[in-house]
C-alpha cells in the first residue's frame, strides 16, 4: 500500500535548527511536496522536489532522497510564528497526492 | 491569500441534514479538489474534478456528493450528516489537474462544520 510516515510532534527552541524528516512508500514517484499548515488556517505550499538533493528557500530547505524514499524539511533561525503544522505529501504514479498525518511543531522562547 | 474562495467560512447543522459547501478556484485553474480534515488529523483526499468532469475519488461517503459547474466553480454536498462529519472542509485548486505532470494545489481558507 502507499504510506507516508512523519513525527507526530517536535519541540525546538527559537533561533535554533529543526528538521522534520518524512518516509513515503508510493505507486511510482512523481515528487515531494511540503505544506505548512497554521492551526484552523489553510495549508499553504513550501517547496516540491522531484530530484535527489538539497533545494534551499530562505530560511526553509528541502532535500530529498528516491532512493532511501526520503525526505526532510529543515528550518532555520527558527521564530515563534514558524510553530505550525508541517506536511509532506508525496504524488504517485497517477500524480495523485498521498499526505502524511503532518508533524506539529512547537517553538520554545 | 491563495486566490481559492470557499464559503461559508462556519456552518452549524444538526445530525440528519444536508449542506452545501462553495469553491471558487484561483483564476485560470481549472481542477478543483475537496479535502476533509477531523480534529488533530490529517488531510483526507475526498475527490477532485476538472473542467467540469470528475477525475479522482478519494475516501469519499455515499452520503457526499460533488460537481463542478461551466463556469469552474465546485460544490460540495454532505446529506444526512452524522456527528462525525463534523470537521474542516478544504477546497484546493490547481492548474490543470494533468494526470501527466506534478502540479502544486493551492488551498482556500476552508469551511468549518459542526454537526450537533
Known amino acids: 500500500g502507499q504510506n507516508i510516515d512523519q513525527p507526530t510532534e517536535m519541540t525546538a527552541t527559537e533561533g535554533a535548527i529543526v528538521q522534520i524528516n518524512c518516509t513515503y512508500q508510493t505507486s511510482g514517484f512523481n515528487g515531494l511536496f511540503w505544506y505548512q499548515q497554521h492551526a484552523g488556517e489553510a495549508p499553504t505550499f513550501l517547496s516540491y522536489n522531484v530530484l535527489d538533493g538539497l533545494e534551499e528557500k530562505g530560511r526553509f530547505s528541502s532535500f530529498l532522497s528516491r532512493s532511501k524514499g526520503y525526505s526532510y524539511l529543515l528550518l532555520k533561525e527558527l521564530q515563534m510564528k514558524d510553530s505550525a503544522s508541517y506536511l509532506c505529501?508525496?504524488?504517485?504514479?497517477?500524480?495523485?497526492?498521498?499526505w502524511g498525518a503532518g508533524t506539529k511543531l512547537i517553538i520554545k522562547p | 491569500d491563495s486566490g481559492v474562495t470557499q464559503t461559508p467560512k462556519h456552518l452549524i447543522t444538526a445530525t440528519g441534514q444536508r449542506v452545501t459547501l462553495r469553491c471558487s478556484p484561483r483564476s485560470g485553474d481549472l481542477s478543483v479538489y475537496w479535502y476533509q480534515q477531523s480534529l488533530d488529523q490529517g488531510l483526507q483526499f475526498l475527490i477532485q474534478?476538472?473542467?467540469?468532469?470528475?477525475?479522482a475519488k478519494g475516501n469519499i461517503l455515499e452520503r457526499f456528493s460533488a460537481q463542478q459547474f461551466p463556469d469552474l466553480h465546485s460544490e460540495l454536498n454532505l446529506s444526512s450528516l452524522e456527528l462525525g462529519d463534523s470537521a474542516l472542509y478544504f477546497c484546493?485548486?490547481?492548474?490543470?489537474?494533468?494526470?501527466?505532470?506534478?502540479?502544486?494545489?493551492?488551498f482556500g481558507p476552508g469551511t468549518r462544520l459542526l454537526v450537533l
Open positions: 505529501a508525496a504524488m504517485d504514479s497517477n500524480y495523485q497526492l498521498i
Open positions: 484546493a485548486s490547481s492548474e490543470t489537474g494533468d494526470l501527466r505532470k506534478p502540479e502544486t494545489q493551492y
Open positions: 474534478y476538472y473542467n467540469g468532469e470528475e477525475r
